[in-house]
């Protein structure tokens, strides 16, 4: 059948049965696969990200320069609060007011603009409230909604901590919550198409939009309701009194979230069990979503990327066996992890710490890593070179790294070539958005004679994890298939079998559309095209 590879079906049927499962045994390394303590590999949604604005590490920090530049990033992150997006008071408008007229995004216009001329897309949270860090805010009163909504009857409260007025939304208020959920219909409408975004974070709950309020608890000595009086209180369980949201408010929240962002990735902080809840299961909104909400986790190097209420032996969540529990445990191999950095604490080593980030990075397939929050990213002092290969193996091997090599025999009396194409997963997660493999047959020109589509999809290429097993590496996850290509009539000669990962990431009626080459393999032999070269025969 001229034109296409022929997937010969007992083959492909062994090779499904392998993805997952020959992930423990050592795949054999090629002589043209990039190490893991080389440069990283440049692909979306994957490796080190540049998070609010901070830069690549570690030319972000001169006091570093003697280490090579990161190579680059696709993504970036921007947390915007609520206050710069809607500074007029929406009671003082005409009901046929544009929403130019109601609402400020040129903040996020501006990002969305700046990235996209690099290459890069965006992830986008917005935040009502954020305890830190402005240490002396403007006339000292920590703000993150609009001046207006302050006005709104029990919209908000007003708290004094070390001199500084602190405005908290009321987070169960009806007009905070309506007023929250009007903007986030009003930002879905005009970006949920836009290619340009590629996350949205779950927004308009806790401290930086984190679905947890630490801070009241901790700082203003003001606990949520105690695990007795929670589910009377609340609607669900809650362990540690660092939560003050309702049942009925999750599921607004959550729904005004996953009805504006319908289109793009979301991902969520997994501190409230009953946000997860909603937002991995439960929510009639799931339905009209097209991808499955990802995970995002704040303390990189000192907490799992697991949640205490999902992990803890001690939680009445693992000791009930709640289902949520396996549900949130699987998101961890089925869509995005995106972490951040947090500070080393004094009992704890810089090596532990790196340590802990690169074991927690393998071991729950985080796909993206934050470029702030860790010790060295305004450390003056030369980084050791023992810390600094724990920190980049950390980033290098988030995300996927996938590599393809292939045999091929000689042409059959039926002008046939038989061949076996091995891929290998050698990062800790697939790949989670729309990749197609194809193959291209080059003639002795290197002019592309044919192209034919793979049978095999990169994105389920994970598997189980376990870095104490693995050396600090993760365990590859392969799959493969025999294919064969009629080369009947064509000219004698050396061909060249190439394969190339072609981006087709698209959402429906995209307003703005984002194009990327090829997916650069962990390889070397990139051809022009975007290709790579994986084998070579001769037509007599």
Known sequence: MRGRWLILAPVLAVATALVGTVAHEPVTDHPVFREMDGPDVVNPMRGQFDNIGTGLFPQSNVGQQHYPDWPGSKDAAIRVDWRSLQPVDPRTLPPDAPESAKYDFSAIDEALETYAAQGMRVGLRVSSYDSCCETSPEGNVNIGVPDWLTTVPGATATYEYDGVQQVIPNWNDNNYVGNFEALLAALGRKYDRDERLSIFEMSGYGDFSENHVAFMRDQLGMPAP????????????????????????????????????????????????????????????????????????????????VPTWAENQYSKYVERSDPIVDVLLERYSTAPVLTEWCQKPDDMTSTEYYERALSDVIDHHVSMTASSGFPDQFNGDTMSRDLYSLWSRANVVSGYRYVADATAGVPDSDGTVSGTVRWTNKGTAAVHENWTVEYRLLDPSGAVVQTVPSAIDLRTMTSPQSSSDTGGVPAPTTAQENVEFDVSGLSSGFYTVSAAVVWNEHKAGATSTVNYEPMSLAQNGRGMDGGYGLVTFEIP
């Open 226 to 305: 105690d695990e007795q009086s929670s589910e009377a209180e609340l609607g669900y369980y809650s362990q540690y009194r660092d939560q003050y949201i309702t049942k009925a408010t999750v599921i607004r929240l959550v729904d005004a979230n996953l009805r504006a962002f319908r289109n793009t990735q979301m991902v969520t902080a997994t501190g409230n069990p009953e946000i997860v809840k909603q937002l991995l299961r439960d929510s009639a909104e799931l339905a009209g979503t097209v991808k499955p909400v990802g995970l995002r986790s704040d303390c990189l190097g000192v907490f799992s990327p």
